[in-house]
DNA sequence: CGGAACATTGATAGAGCTCAAGGAACGTGG
DNA sequence: CCACGTTCCTTGAGCTCTATCAATGTTCCG
């Protein structure tokens, strides 16, 4: 049973820009089909040419990339929504690997068909070209809160950040999102040890800041995270979804 | 005297694909003019929704991010070649800011040509994706340094980074580049203080390394710097240019 | 029941930060 | 030509934050 592009549950969501008839048709051709896979599936690996792009559906995964010594860094987050593969798509090759952490639902596109998207679908294009400088926004902006923040406020930093997301895409509840990770992947995202990510976590559950159990986030306290973590979180203006 | 585009002195370089006539005349059109400035100009600040986009043609720069109690990060190093302003062109809001650190030489392009160039030259358009997903990989890169790696390693890492890229766009002289930069500007770049960044640099001057000085850094022994950044260098492809 | 995966906690050490001071180079004005 | 301010680089000392090491606890599953 593969979703109609008409009936995408992503769609309906308040971020996402509508489609018009025309844009529909392409959207229904490009897309090849759909995957299912359980957690722990790696979806793209750095290096690979991969010949399927892929938007998230459902489920949440991880970016990351891993070193020779054998450390990982979290690059992102992926949510529903999230659009895979599109530096092999324009660069050829992959800089960073995908794996699913939950049971995910994809939609899968043909890669080939990307220039043709270009060629006759210029609005889509565009699209793209805002998804990767988002990309890029999200990037710099983690890369400024490892390089320049303390454990707490980077700690504080990640998870406002992504219960925001979860916000946009209407997968939060009051102050309370999925948060399907381990310990050692939030340690990996923010450049901190596994021990002190506990530690931290600890200190902000004491305080009665948030509750992280069972795969469910808690902010109990977001004024008090984003003095902490020195920001003001935006609300992101309407996003394309390809 | 504006350069033509037909003569760009970055085009001969190696590491640029080559245009078409028609693509030489649209860029002809799509340029606007060129823009000299000083050191320490602001180009693009964050939050701004600059009418101008920017190429780089000769000098350097900083991108960079400020935060609320006055710690920067530098997010990339800017070189001829770079294209500046693609933020604001596709999400309506720069969210980085930009400053020439030397005499700068920009070509000057018109932000609201840029829906004609998705419509019109999809090869460029094309490019622009590109170039996005580029810096998203080099923003990846340089997370997955700071956020797991030692500061020697880092410091070893940046300034390969940066020799290599110099490479490619003929600024190098043997083991020797360009780098018209503070070490306030390496320290935030890398995530250190002004203090250890200095402390770090000495150490391998002394092993005889590299050395760094009037604004010149040559590297002595690219080897052991790969060894101990834990990376081997990548040759890019083709690269485009806007 | 035993093992695996993950979370938690304590102890210790060290990498890197902050503070503080001094030196070198350069431009400006008297 | 010299005094002075500014900017940037350099160096030392002390301290703190965070990493590492080591154990234990918990849950789940075969």
Redesign the interface.
């Known amino acids: 049973m593969v979703t109609d592009c008409a009936n995408c549950p992503l769609r309906k969501q308040d971020a996402y820009e509508t489609l018009s008839g025309d844009e529909l048709t392409f959207m229904r051709r490009f897309k090849v089909g759909e995957l299912k896979v359980d957690p722990g599936t790696p979806l793209l690996m750095e290096g690979s040419n991969s010949p399927q792009l892929f938007t998230a559906l459902k489920g949440m995964g991880l970016r990351y990339?891993l070193?020779?010594?054998g450390?990982?860094?979290v690059?992102n987050f992926v949510l529903p929504g999230s659009f895979l593969g599109?530096?092999a798509g324009?660069?050829?090759e992959m800089?960073?690997s995908v794996e699913a952490t939950t049971p995910m639902v994809l939609c899968v596109f043909d890669r080939s068909e990307l220039?043709n998207l270009?060629?006759s679908e210029?609005?889509r294009?565009?699209d793209?070209?805002?998804l990767?400088?988002?990309?890029?926004?999200f990037?710099?902006?983690?890369?400024?809160s490892?390089?320049?923040?303390s454990a707490m406020q980077r700690m504080c930093w990640g998870l406002l950040r992504f219960y925001t997301r979860c916000v946009d895409i209407g997968l939060a509840d009051g102050d309370r999102c999925p948060f399907p990770y381990r310990q050692q992947d939030l340690a990996?995202a923010?450049?901190l040890s596994l021990v002190h990510t506990n530690k931290t976590l600890m200190k902000l559950r004491e305080k009665q800041i948030l509750s992280l159990e069972d795969g469910i986030l808690s902010l109990r306290d977001m004024e008090q995270m984003e003095e902490i973590a020195?920001?003001e979180i935006e609300r992101p203006?309407k996003r394309p979804l390809i």
């Open positions: 990339k070193l020779p010594n450390r990982r860094q690059v599109l530096q324009v660069m050829g800089k960073h220039w270009y060629k210029p609005e294009a565009f793209l070209t805002w990767a400088a988002m990309e890029e926004h990037l710099g902006e983690a890369l400024t490892i390089g320049q923040m990996d923010l450049g020195l920001i203006a």
